[in-house]
């Protein structure tokens, strides 16, 4: 495993709560009460220890990429109470064991992929949350569903009994610009608004996924109710993103 350099207890916790001090001040700002926002915390190559001083904070909700590092850490932590979201791109063989850790998968980005998932839980007799991933970046790099097809595969899945929808998820342009960023925002809530008029039963879009932390406040002024946030908390990973986020 690929690990941060061991970062002091104190500054996690200034960290965390410099963060909720900046999603209440966003929410402030378009008058939405700081409990309609979600924090997850974005824990790939972040020790266990580190993220035990999270945890020890009162943080919860735990994000991670590779399914190996998140098996071993789910297991380390599971006294915490934890809640793991699988947010990184899911590859077929790998299914079974992600069903182990994550309690919802916001990664599902293809049919294909909807379909072996179907499958597992028919096989494991169970049902599971998840959200759309949508590349409203258009960037070949990212994955998702492209925007214009997101509609085709929410119906899609909808047929699929196992599969809960419970909203929709991106990654959003990198910019140091929030002006770059939101209109990626915008689109993934416009999808929203459409994937409601389908007026599908029994699902739920109620949550966009949505804001790093280079741009989570400008998401959650776009309509985020998950922010995921990773460097603002646990500081830089010795990785590329681009490491988690490509096939290799
Ligand atoms: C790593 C990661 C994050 C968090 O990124 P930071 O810039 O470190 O906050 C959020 N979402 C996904 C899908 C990620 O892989």
Redesign the pocket.
């Known amino acids: 495993m690929h690990t941060n350099e061991l970062i002091g207890a104190d500054v996690i916790r200034r960290n965390l709560s410099y963060i909720r001090e900046r999603i209440k001040l966003a929410c402030e700002r378009i008058g939405r009460s700081p409990d309609t926002v979600q924090l997850?915390l974005?824990t790939?190559t972040v020790p266990i220890e580190t993220i035990q001083i999270a945890l020890e904070a009162g943080e919860r909700l735990l994000?991670e990429?590779k399914v190996q590092e998140a098996l071993g850490k789910q297991e380390a932590l599971a006294a915490y109470g934890t809640e793991w979201h699988m947010?990184?791109h899911l590859q077929r063989n790998k299914i079974k064991h992600t069903l182990r850790f994550a309690q919802t998968i916001?990664?599902v980005d293809r049919l294909s992929l909807a379909q072996q998932l179907q499958q597992r839980l028919e096989y494991e007799d169970r049902t599971l949350p998840i959200y759309i991933q949508v590349n409203t970046s258009y960037e070949p790099s990212k994955f998702g569903v492209p925007p214009e097809d997101a509609l085709t595969l929410i119906r899609a899945v909808h047929q699929l009994d196992r599969l809960q929808i419970r909203g929709l998820?991106t990654?959003g342009v990198f910019s140091a610009e929030a002006e770059q960023v939101r209109p990626c925002f915008r689109l993934l809530r416009q999808i929203q608004q459409q994937a409601l008029e389908l007026a599908l039963p029994g699902a739920d879009f109620s949550t966009l996924?949505m804001g790093?932390?280079?741009d989570?406040e400008t998401a959650i002024e776009e309509g985020a109710t998950l922010v995921?946030?990773?460097?603002?908390?646990?500081g830089q990973?010795l990785y590329p993103?681009s490491y988690?986020?490509n096939e290799t």
Not at 228 to 234: E, M, N, P, Q
């Open positions: 997850l974005a790939k994000g990429n947010i990184g916001e990664s998820m990654i996924s790093m932390s280079g989570f995921r946030v990773g460097t603002a908390v646990f990973r993103d988690y986020w």
